[in-house]
Nanobody, 119 residues
Framework: QVQLVESGGGLVQAGGSLRLSCAAS????????MGWYRQAPGKERELVAV???????SYADSVKGRFTVSRDNVKNTVYLQMNSLKPEDTAVYYC?????????????RGQGTQVTVSS
């Protein structure tokens, strides 16, 4: 089992920045990829960014050049630095971790943190 706890959400004006953090605990040795999803009211969940254990990253087109995902494998923490925020970035952001153990894959998600960008 893996537990994920996010922090760092809040209210920011358009053009501003926020940094989200997500700390993993429990059976962290099994964690491979970590990343962030978001879901806005009335919209489908969107994969925002993902980072592998080795540091390879991937981003949604909508956030490329503005968001940066990183992780600290010693602290079992993943970060999302969000710059040049836009009102359309408003959503609940969820941390996600993929755990691979004994050939089985488990998917874990945090409780979510609200990000609101005002125009």
């Amino acid at each position: 089992q893996v537990q994920l706890v996010e922090s760092g959400g809040g209210l920011v004006q358009a053009g501003g920045s926020l940094r989200l953090s997500c700390a993993a605990s429990g059976d962290t040795i099994c964690i491979s990829a970590m990343g962030w999803y978001r879901q806005a009211p009335g919209k489908e969940r969107e994969l925002v960014a993902v980072v592998s254990r080795g540091g390879s990253t991937s981003y949604a087109d909508s956030v490329k050049g503005r968001f940066t995902v990183s992780r600290d494998n010693v602290k079992n923490t993943v970060y999302l630095q969000m710059n040049s925020l836009k009102p359309e970035d408003t959503a609940v952001y969820y941390c996600n971790a993929v755990c691979v153990s004994w050939g089985a894959t488990g998917d874990y998600r945090g409780q979510g943190t609200q990000v609101t960008v005002s125009s």
